[in-house]
């Protein structure tokens, strides 16, 4: 049983406390830090937990507690870290890891000088149709991945802090295109070099200094690509969609909006929906099961069972600092206008990796490029002659 600080009492502090708290969970909040000494009280009410404070450095020093759990605007990430780090207390963070990867490199290189335990709170990699797909991608059931798209997009964030370019980093791309980075990641594989990245972002609605829409690119040494689409423009609630594809199979998996709760109602039930739903009335897209849905249950399970095994969880500060560096290149990008190195001074995975097309014998003569049956039940191949390198094609009968 591990007795935690939680740090801040905001929308994320609320997910993961509710997380770790439900279903009979072993492991407590035992103390929890907020700015405000009336929000923090009302919040330890809330959810039973024993003591709070205004003072952040004292609830991360708390001599009870072996755990902090990081869930305050990106500003304060760095400086929880390294005052838990410095406590020898293992940390969690929430994402994205820093503002950038000078910050998130300091913040990794804390820990790691101090040997603590440290975890990267990436929900959206642990959501139960993701753990399921990984395993499906890592069996080899799609074969080599090419491409693997993640889209995250709502109307924007609840808090002030998130549109101020200085406090948080960046606008969308920094919010949320971490998250579908790092599910692209994990889908290419963790060990595969990202090498460049190629992005648009605009600001599209919003009256505010960052971006509010970006797609982008991130080219991996084995030829891959993930593509990455985020918005806070997008109206109707909050899209989360990815797509994997290999040579040998593809994976479409919807996460949020129209996964089978729908429901009518005229009149609203006068209350909360679902994150991000615009309203309570029409046509809804409930949750049965939020912190399920989105991964935090098995994310948490994932990181107390390493941390009592004595291994890394499956995402640690070294992935959020990479996603940083892909979110830099990501940036510079947008003001070049052209495709950016991922600059990682620390780069831990595979330098090489095989990239390019594959050759399949037909005969001696050809390659195969493609088979296909004809609405007339005959079979077309489309072949490439080895010698002249020429692409011809040929009917066979079925
Ligand atoms: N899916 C996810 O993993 C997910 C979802 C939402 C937010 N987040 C992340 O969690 C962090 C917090 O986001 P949130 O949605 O809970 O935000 P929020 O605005 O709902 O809550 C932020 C908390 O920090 C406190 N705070 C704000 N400014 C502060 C300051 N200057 N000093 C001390 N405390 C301050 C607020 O009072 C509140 O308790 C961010 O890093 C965000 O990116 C992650």
């Known amino acids: 049983m591990h007795k935690i600080t939680m740090l801040g009492t905001g929308l994320i502090g609320m997910f993961y406390t509710m997380t770790l708290h439900g279903r009979r969970g072993q492991d407590r909040v035992a103390v929890v830090y907020s700015r405000k000494e009336e929000r923090a009280r009302q919040f ?5 937990i024993p003591r709070w404070t205004t003072d952040m450095a004292a609830a991360i020093r708390d001599p009870e507690t072996d755990v902090v759990v990081i869930g305050l605007p990106n500003n304060l990430h760095e400086q929880a870290v390294l005052l838990a780090a410095e406590a020898g207390k293992a940390v969690l963070c929430t994402k994205p890891l820093g503002r950038n990867a000078a910050e ?37 059931a799609l074969g080599k991945i090419l491409w693997a798209r993640s889209r995250e997009a709502h109307p924007g964030p609840h808090s002030d802090w998130f549109w101020d370019k200085t406090q948080s980093g960046g606008g969308a791309i920094v919010d949320l295109g971490c998250h579908c980075i790092a599910i692209a990641r994990n889908f290419i594989g963790k060990d595969v070099k990202p090498l460049e990245v190629m992005c648009w972002a605009d600001t599209q ?16 040494a084995s030829g891959a690509v ?15 969609r990815d797509e994997v594809s290999g040579t040998e199979g593809t ?58 095994r004595g291994v890394a969880p499956m995402e640690t500060f070294y992935d959020g600092y990479v996603i940083n560096a892909i979110m830099d290149a990501a940036y510079r990008s947008v003001q070049s206008r052209q495709w950016e190195p991922v600059i990682l001074e620390d780069w831990r995975g595979a330098e ?19 088979r296909e049956v004809m609405p007339d039940g005959q079979v077309k191949l489309i072949l490439k002659e080895k010698t002249s390198g020429r692409v011809v094609q040929k009917i066979v009968s079925a």
Request: glycine share 12%; charged share 25%; proline share 2%.
């Open 226 to 240: 993930g593509q990455f689409e985020v918005a806070w423009t997008f109206r109707g609630g909050m899209d989360l």
């Open 44 to 48: 330890a009410q809330e959810w039973g």
């Open 104 to 140: 998130a490199k300091r913040m990794l290189d804390a820990v790691e000088k101090a040997g603590v335990f440290h975890g990267y709170l990436e929900d959206l990699a642990y959501t139960p149709k993701t753990l399921k797909a990984l395993k499906s991608v890592k069996s080899g």
């Open 205 to 220: 609605v919003h009256p505010i200094d960052a971006e509010d829409s970006a797609v982008g690119l991130v080219r991996y």
């Open 251 to 308: 994976i479409w998996l919807n996460h949020w909006l129209r996964t089978g709760f729908e429901m009518f109602t005229a009149v609203g039930e006068r209350g909360y929906v679902a994150e991000k739903a615009e309203g309570d009335t029409g046509w809804l897209f409930p949750v049965g099961d939020e912190v399920g849905s989105l991964g935090y249950a098995d994310m948490f399970a994932d990181m107390f069972d390493s941390m009592d």
């Open 352 to 370: 090489e990796a095989e990239a390019g097309a594959r050759l399949t014998d037909y005969d001696e003569a050809h390659f195969l490029i493609k």
